[in-house]
Nanobody, 117 residues
Framework: QVQLVESGGGWVQPGGSLRLSCAGS????????LGWWRQAPGKQRERVAV???????HYADSVLGRFSISRDNPTNTVHLQMNSLNTEDTAVYYC???????????WGQGTQVTVSS
């Protein structure tokens, strides 16, 4: 069982930056694909960025060049640095961990990000 706890959400003006963090506990997450997803009101949850244990990353087109995902395996943490935020980035952001072999998947409780003037 993996527990994921997000932090770092909040309100920011357009053009601003936020850094989200997700702390994992219960097991070592090195064998997990870690990622950030988001869900805006009335929309489906979408994948924002993922990072493998080997540090390979993939980003949604909408955030490419603005967001950066990173992880620290010894401390079981994953971060999402979000720059040049715009109103379309407003959503609840969820941390996700998926085991690369077993496929077991875990979610955090979500953290709200609001971009408005």
């Amino acid at each position: 069982q993996v527990q994921l706890v997000e932090s770092g959400g909040g309100w920011v003006q357009p053009g601003g930056s936020l850094r989200l963090s997700c702390a994992g506990s219960g097991t070592n997450v090195e064998m997990y694909l870690l990622g950030w997803w988001r869900q805006a009101p009335g929309k489906q949850r979408e994948r924002v960025a993922v990072i493998s244990g080997g540090m390979t990353t993939h980003y949604a087109d909408s955030v490419l060049g603005r967001f950066s995902i990173s992880r620290d395996n010894p401390t079981n943490t994953v971060h999402l640095q979000m720059n040049s935020l715009n109103t379309e980035d407003t959503a609840v952001y969820y941390c996700n961990a998926r085991h690369l072999v077993e496929g077991t998947e875990y979610w955090g409780q979500g953290t709200q990000v609001t971009v408005s003037s």
